[in-house]
């Protein structure tokens, strides 16, 4: 008679299955609370050193504080005028995210267009890689002589901005798929837009994530690249009113609001890959470059 144990952390083994198949349980709350500590202390303590080499360079004197504001003085300057910080951060935050929105539907649209007609990629994909090389911050002052000091220069940048990411990840998503699965949904009578729901876009779905977490801090500096331009409220705007007037602590507290919302918005897209492809082989390895 043999006697079968519980493997640990891999659930029960089922009795009768052929070959011992191991039937795995869905780790709980806890498992994953506990997987995302293990991953993330690292960056953490990181941060924490960083912070503690900005403290004493500051703290030293090393630097004179017109230079480099001290992370206390920073903090202070963001308590003071919270509200004041909370709605140019709100204004950075809206253009931010319609921008990345935008250039991910558009981006989204233009890599299927491309990939089922290499007459259309010929063309538009030289297009897009000038578009690309030419600095944003060049052209910035041409959308606010054509558009105004309002949102549509800004809008337009973060665009500009996320958009070569997203096409480039979908295309490459789209173009990844086995030749085989096709010929397979070919052969079973599958119709085109069956095989692109089916196989080709949730097979690009990995390809997307990856250029969308790039594209969402790509976005915040379009937004802020547009503001320094032309604008009068903004992390930008602040950024470059501090500048002018010799705020140093002003400055740095806008730099540190502006890197704290990129690193937010590339969470949200990490925490939305998760749930969207929680089968993919890089949520489940070890080797993963995730936070999550």
């Given at each position: 008679m043999v006697t079968r144990t519980p493997t640990e952390g891999l659930g029960q083994p089922v009795g009768d299955s052929p070959g011992?198949?191991?039937e795995r349980e869905r780790p709980g709350a806890g498992d994953r609370f506990a997987r995302f500590l293990e991953r993330s202390w690292r960056p953490f303590v990181l941060l924490a050193l960083l912070f503690a080499g900005w403290w004493a360079i500051?703290?030293?004197?090393?630097v004179e504080p017109y230079e480099v504001a001290s992370p206390g003085v920073?903090?202070?300057t963001i308590l003071a005028k919270p509200d004041y910080f909370l709605d140019h951060a709100w204004t950075t935050t809206y253009e931010t995210l319609l921008g990345f929105v935008i250039a991910t539907v558009i981006g989204v649209f233009a890599a299927v267009v491309m990939?089922?007609?290499?007459?259309?990629?010929?063309?538009?994909?030289?297009?897009?890689?000038?578009?690309?090389v030419i600095p944003k911050i060049a052209v910035a002052p041409l959308f606010v002589v054509?558009?105004?000091?309002?949102?549509?220069p800004k809008v337009i940048v973060a665009v500009l901005m996320a958009f070569f990411p997203v096409v480039i990840s979908m295309v490459t998503g789209l173009k990844s798929i086995d030749p085989e699965m096709l010929e397979l949904s070919a052969t079973m009578g599958a119709k085109p837009w069956q095989t692109f729901w089916k196989i080709r876009f949730?097979?690009?779905?990995?390809?997307?994530?990856?250029?969308?977490k790039v594209a969402a801090t790509m976005a915040v500096t379009g937004a802020v690249v547009g503001e320094f331009v032309g604008s009068e409220e903004g992390l930008g705007f602040i950024i470059q009113q501090a500048n002018g007037n010799f705020d140093t602590p002003t400055l740095f507290a806008g730099l540190v609001i502006i890197s704290l919302m990129g690193v937010l918005l590339f969470l949200i897209v990490e925490w939305l890959e998760a749930l969207v492809l929680p089968w993919h082989a890089?949520?489940?390895?070890?080797n993963v470059t995730t936070t999550l």
């Amino acid at each position: 008679m043999v006697t079968r144990t519980p493997t640990e952390g891999l659930g029960q083994p089922v009795g009768d299955s052929p070959g011992g198949v191991v039937e795995r349980e869905r780790p709980g709350a806890g498992d994953r609370f506990a997987r995302f500590l293990e991953r993330s202390w690292r960056p953490f303590v990181l941060l924490a050193l960083l912070f503690a080499g900005w403290w004493a360079i500051t703290a030293a004197e090393l630097v004179e504080p017109y230079e480099v504001a001290s992370p206390g003085v920073t903090l202070e300057t963001i308590l003071a005028k919270p509200d004041y910080f909370l709605d140019h951060a709100w204004t950075t935050t809206y253009e931010t995210l319609l921008g990345f929105v935008i250039a991910t539907v558009i981006g989204v649209f233009a890599a299927v267009v491309m990939v089922y007609s290499s007459t259309i990629e010929k063309s538009l994909y030289p297009l897009l890689l000038f578009a690309q090389v030419i600095p944003k911050i060049a052209v910035a002052p041409l959308f606010v002589v054509w558009l105004g000091f309002g949102l549509g220069p800004k809008v337009i940048v973060a665009v500009l901005m996320a958009f070569f990411p997203v096409v480039i990840s979908m295309v490459t998503g789209l173009k990844s798929i086995d030749p085989e699965m096709l010929e397979l949904s070919a052969t079973m009578g599958a119709k085109p837009w069956q095989t692109f729901w089916k196989i080709r876009f949730p097979a690009s779905l990995p390809h997307l994530f990856s250029g969308l977490k790039v594209a969402a801090t790509m976005a915040v500096t379009g937004a802020v690249v547009g503001e320094f331009v032309g604008s009068e409220e903004g992390l930008g705007f602040i950024i470059q009113q501090a500048n002018g007037n010799f705020d140093t602590p002003t400055l740095f507290a806008g730099l540190v609001i502006i890197s704290l919302m990129g690193v937010l918005l590339f969470l949200i897209v990490e925490w939305l890959e998760a749930l969207v492809l929680p089968w993919h082989a890089s949520r489940r390895s070890d080797n993963v470059t995730t936070t999550l």
